[in-house]
Every structure is written in C-alpha cells, then in structure tokens.
C-alpha cells in the first residue's frame, strides 16, 4: 500500500485501510510473562487459549456487550497471556464471570478456540485467587451442584434452589409471597416432588466419583 | 424406529408437560422413545467448569446405559442442554481425549461398559424434522392452529457450537445463525410463524440464580422482541430456557413491565394440540405464563 494515501479519520480512528493504524499492533515486543497463561491452560476448559490469535471475532458477536458494559472475551484472553493480572484483576474481575455461556463466540471462532470454556476458566483462575474477597455467586451454585450430583445423581430443581439461597445468606428471600404462590401452584401440580426419584445403585457411582475428586 | 431417550433431570420436574408431550407426540408418529430409566444429571455447565474427567463421566454413563440396555447407538433429548453434554462428550472421546481411557474404566466399573463413543446423539427436534417432518405434521393435522400466531424460538446449545454440534458439516443439523426446523414443522399445524429477531439469542437462563437482574434484562429482550413481533405466544425447544423464560415471567415482568408478559410454550404442546390431542394430557395448563387463555380465545382448546 501507498506509504502517503490520504488520510480519512473518523472519532480518533484511522479508517483509510493502513492497518497498523486501522488496529494497534498485537504483537507486542515486550517482556511478557507466561505464569497466569500457564495456570489457566491447565484449569478445565482453558487448553485452547494458546490458539486465540485476537481477531476479535469473539466479542464483536458477543451477547453481553449490550447488556454488561466492556465485557470482552478477547480482552480477557489477551490480558491473560500478556500477564497483565493487575488490569484484568481491576477492571475485569467483575466482569469475567457474566458469561451466559451462549456459544456464540466458540461457535464462530475461526481459529477452534473453546472461548465459552476459556472464559470460564480465567473467572476460575481469579476465585481461585481468592480475587473477589468472598464466595461469588458462581463459586457457591458450583460448589452446590457438584455435591448434588455425585450425591443424588439427579438435580432437584426446588433442592438446589434452596440451597443455594441458603449458602448465599438470602434463605429470606425464598420465603416471598411470589415464590411461596410459585411453590404452591408446581406442588399441587405435581410438578414439585417432595421424595425425589432414587437411581438405582448410584452408592457405588457416587463413591467412584468421589474418588475421582480426590 | 427405535431410539434410547434420555429426557434429563428438567423433564422429571418443572418441565413435566415437554416430558410428556414429547412422549405423546413420539408415540402417535411411531418413533419408539426407550427410556433411560436410571439416567443421572449430564453434568450441565457446572460441572464443566468445575472438573473435565467427571465432565465426560457423567454423559458417559447415560449412553452406556442406553447401549448396555437397549442395544442401540442412538440417544435422543429433548433438551439443550443435555443435548450439548452428550455431543461434547461423544465428541471428546472420539477423539481420543486424554481423559478416554479414565471414562471407560469408570462405565466397566460401575456400568455396563458398553460405550466407548461413536454414539448417534440427537436432539429431539432434530430428529422429528429428519425423521417425521412437516409433510407428515400437515397430513396429520386434526385441527388446524390457523389464526394463532407464533413466536419460534431455539435458545442456544441447540444449533451452537459446531465444534460440537457440526451444525454446517453433517447433514441433518439445522442451520446455526438462522435455525429453522421448529418454524417449518410449526407451520405445518396451521400457526403462522412471525418474524423474529431474537430467535436464537440467549435468555440468560444459565445465570438465572447466579446473576438474576441480568438474566431477567436478557430474557425480557427475547419476550419483548417476540410480542413486538406480534407474537400470541412463544414457543421452545429446552427446558432450561422455559424455566427461565415461563417460571420466571413474574419476575421479569416486575421487573420490566408488561411489554414482557407472553405466554410460553414447548414445540411438541403445539404440534400435539394440532393432530388433536388434549390440551389436558399436553399439560397446557402448566405454563406459569398461562397458554390456555389465549388458546381459549382463540377456540383452540
């Protein structure tokens, strides 16, 4: 391209096609640590970060950005692998776990990474840093869900609600007159049973699985 | 045809009427649903988060059992979200995940031992497009829904990720970015299909206790965009987005306003009241967001 073409700039922005204007650089000639790169690869779902190359195809299809201000999964996985823990633990820790998990970043993603599952596991990275001072929310249903599970084998819906609440200090919450009119209209539907279904010989799954977590 | 159905934890509780409309509607078009009678939870997004080798044992173990039991290499699900469990897993085991060999002397161990991978893992609205289709729908048209107007929503892990879906690769899988399958088999029972832009965003259902206000400003967005459109009601394929779009409306309404109040139904509620089937055993009186006022206006049930 012509080193003097005419310059067109629109809101600060470079828009007459010089790329390294268009785009500030990605490749950044800096001394970069890998220490946080490396621990999120290894958390569930974090292997694929290393393939990101920052098109940006992640958030420009974003659900959030409409809804949640500056939420950008292609900001996070950068910040990550240029070891930039100080901004992303100051401007985006609260922002990180928002994801709705709707697939559309993965599912586009020209270059195979599982983004859905990489911004997971940088939101697990920063809870297991102890980040955010106090259980979150995420932490806390996780937790509940995982015992659930290898306990009953099944989720209880109206169960894991309650407990829930009840981890998260807002049992009082439960006992509104809406959800009180809501519990009441799915049990005497039948919707809400009170002794759930047992799967047959789940003991012994429940206690390899157990053992699996050990 | 003969297929394992594994309905998922959702099915067996809040979301009773898509269990048994989808039994009903199996049964009248001659797919044979074999239960999965000692099915565990898929695991669903928490445990993904949490722990990768569980994350396929779970999955792992309901399509052993279909195979130990039934003998078949189909399994089919009427919800999104075990859809996406099941596909993530036969998918990483088919391509030797390093936690393979972990899943497989989990199933010898506590299992049948059967399932190794290479399992046909189906959607239900999938498999009723391919299988049964409209033509079949429309000649079997009891009584026609014309003059009802319809919303066709899909949620998310329905069409997406085709990393795991193959939604584009294999034939068969409805289309990602403007899935169509429910509008086409909707149109057979005689509804008319609105124009909607919001049919395959996200309701924020996976955040609705985590993260209330946000997930009740996204599904407001999918509610109000489908009453804008001119919607009488709307209608889904997961059970995961009902809760969160249906149960709770009250909720989203409070918080939103009216603009938001729509009634909201599963895809196989409608095509059973169109071949002429009660709205009593379809369970149309379930939904929180009240179905039957509008049906009865309507003189359809």
Same mark, same amino acid.
């Given at each position: 391209m012509a080193e003097n073409t005419d310059k067109m700039v629109i809101d600060g922005v470079e828009l007459t096609g010089i790329w390294k204007e268009f785009l500030p650089s990605r490749i950044l000639y800096e001394d970069v640590t890998t220490e946080f790169l490396d621990e999120v690869k290894k958390l569930p779902g974090g292997s694929t970060i290393v393939r990101c190359y920052q098109c940006g195809t992640c958030s420009g299809g974003c659900t959030l950005p409409d809804f949640v201000d500056k939420f950008n999964p292609r900001r996070f996985i950068d910040l990550v692998r240029r070891g930039h823990y100080d901004i992303l633990v100051n401007e985006n820790k609260d922002l990180v776990w928002k994801c709705v998990s709707c697939q559309r970043c993965t599912h586009r993603c020209p270059r195979g990474v599982n983004t859905q599952e990489v911004v997971r596991a940088i939101a697990k990275f920063l809870e297991d840093r102890k980040v955010f001072g106090k259980l979150t929310n995420d932490e806390a249903f996780d937790e509940i869900f995982m015992e659930e599970v290898i306990e009953d084998g099944r989720i209880d819906e109206v169960k894991i609600v309650k407990d829930f609440y009840s981890k998260t200090g807002r049992l009082k919450e439960m006992m509104s007159s809406d959800q009180i009119a809501l519990g009441f209209k799915m049990l005497t539907s039948g919707r809400i049973k009170l002794f759930g279904g047992k799967i047959?010989?789940?003991?012994?799954?429940s206690q390899r699985l157990k053992e699996e977590l050990q | 045809m003969k297929i394992?159905?594994?309905?998922?934890? /959702? +099915?067996?509780?809040m979301a009773r009427a898509y269990d048994? /409309? @989808?039994k009903i509607v199996a049964e009248e078009f001659g797919i044979d649903l074999m239960e999965i009678e000692d099915f565990n939870c898929c695991g669903a997004l928490e445990i993904k988060g949490s722990n990768e080798k569980l994350s396929y044992m779970l999955p792992a173990r309901v399509m052993d059992s279909a195979k130990g039991r039934f003998n078949v290499d189909a399994v089919v699900t009427p919800c999104n979200g075990c859809y996406h =469990?099941? +596909?993530? @897993? %036969?998918?990483?085991? %088919?391509? %030797? %995940?390093? =936690?393979?060999?972990d899943v497989i002397s989990f199933l010898k161990d506590v299992g049948y031992g059967t399932y190794e991978g290479d399992m046909d893992v189906r959607h239900f609205l999938e498999l009723f497009y391919n299988e049964i289709g409209p033509e079949k729908v429309k000649s079997s048209v009891k009584k026609t829904l014309k003059g009802l107007k319809v919303a066709s929503y899909y949620g998310c892990l329905y069409e997406r990720p085709k990393t795991i879906t193959k939604t584009g690769y294999k034939s068969k899988r409805d289309d990602s970015e403007n899935p169509y399958f429910q509008d086409e088999l909707l149109k057979a029972t005689g509804a008319e299909v609105v124009e909607f832009h919001a049919s395959a965003s996200c309701c924020g259902g996976a955040h609705a206790l985590q993260d209330e206000s946000l997930a009740a400003t996204l599904s407001a967005a999918v509610l109000s =965009?489908?009453?804008?459109?001119g919607a009488d009601m709307l209608v889904l394929p997961?059970? +995961?987005?009902g809760a969160a779009l249906d149960i709770k409306q009250p909720e989203i309404i409070k918080a939103h306003g009216e603009k938001a109040k729509l009634p909201v139904v599963y895809f196989t509620q409608l095509i059973g009241l169109s071949i002429g089937k009660s709205p009593k055993e379809l369970k149309l009186s379930d939904p929180i967001s009240n179905p039957m006022e509008v049906l009865k206006a309507k003189g359809l049930a």
């Amino acid at each position: 391209m012509a080193e003097n073409t005419d310059k067109m700039v629109i809101d600060g922005v470079e828009l007459t096609g010089i790329w390294k204007e268009f785009l500030p650089s990605r490749i950044l000639y800096e001394d970069v640590t890998t220490e946080f790169l490396d621990e999120v690869k290894k958390l569930p779902g974090g292997s694929t970060i290393v393939r990101c190359y920052q098109c940006g195809t992640c958030s420009g299809g974003c659900t959030l950005p409409d809804f949640v201000d500056k939420f950008n999964p292609r900001r996070f996985i950068d910040l990550v692998r240029r070891g930039h823990y100080d901004i992303l633990v100051n401007e985006n820790k609260d922002l990180v776990w928002k994801c709705v998990s709707c697939q559309r970043c993965t599912h586009r993603c020209p270059r195979g990474v599982n983004t859905q599952e990489v911004v997971r596991a940088i939101a697990k990275f920063l809870e297991d840093r102890k980040v955010f001072g106090k259980l979150t929310n995420d932490e806390a249903f996780d937790e509940i869900f995982m015992e659930e599970v290898i306990e009953d084998g099944r989720i209880d819906e109206v169960k894991i609600v309650k407990d829930f609440y009840s981890k998260t200090g807002r049992l009082k919450e439960m006992m509104s007159s809406d959800q009180i009119a809501l519990g009441f209209k799915m049990l005497t539907s039948g919707r809400i049973k009170l002794f759930g279904g047992k799967i047959k010989d789940w003991k012994k799954v429940s206690q390899r699985l157990k053992e699996e977590l050990q | 045809m003969k297929i394992g159905y594994f309905p998922g934890c /959702s +099915l067996k509780g809040m979301a009773r009427a898509y269990d048994e /409309s @989808t039994k009903i509607v199996a049964e009248e078009f001659g797919i044979d649903l074999m239960e999965i009678e000692d099915f565990n939870c898929c695991g669903a997004l928490e445990i993904k988060g949490s722990n990768e080798k569980l994350s396929y044992m779970l999955p792992a173990r309901v399509m052993d059992s279909a195979k130990g039991r039934f003998n078949v290499d189909a399994v089919v699900t009427p919800c999104n979200g075990c859809y996406h =469990s099941l +596909l993530r @897993t %036969n998918e990483a085991m %088919n391509e %030797n %995940n390093a =936690s393979k060999g972990d899943v497989i002397s989990f199933l010898k161990d506590v299992g049948y031992g059967t399932y190794e991978g290479d399992m046909d893992v189906r959607h239900f609205l999938e498999l009723f497009y391919n299988e049964i289709g409209p033509e079949k729908v429309k000649s079997s048209v009891k009584k026609t829904l014309k003059g009802l107007k319809v919303a066709s929503y899909y949620g998310c892990l329905y069409e997406r990720p085709k990393t795991i879906t193959k939604t584009g690769y294999k034939s068969k899988r409805d289309d990602s970015e403007n899935p169509y399958f429910q509008d086409e088999l909707l149109k057979a029972t005689g509804a008319e299909v609105v124009e909607f832009h919001a049919s395959a965003s996200c309701c924020g259902g996976a955040h609705a206790l985590q993260d209330e206000s946000l997930a009740a400003t996204l599904s407001a967005a999918v509610l109000s =965009s489908a009453k804008e459109a001119g919607a009488d009601m709307l209608v889904l394929p997961c059970p +995961l987005c009902g809760a969160a779009l249906d149960i709770k409306q009250p909720e989203i309404i409070k918080a939103h306003g009216e603009k938001a109040k729509l009634p909201v139904v599963y895809f196989t509620q409608l095509i059973g009241l169109s071949i002429g089937k009660s709205p009593k055993e379809l369970k149309l009186s379930d939904p929180i967001s009240n179905p039957m006022e509008v049906l009865k206006a309507k003189g359809l049930a």
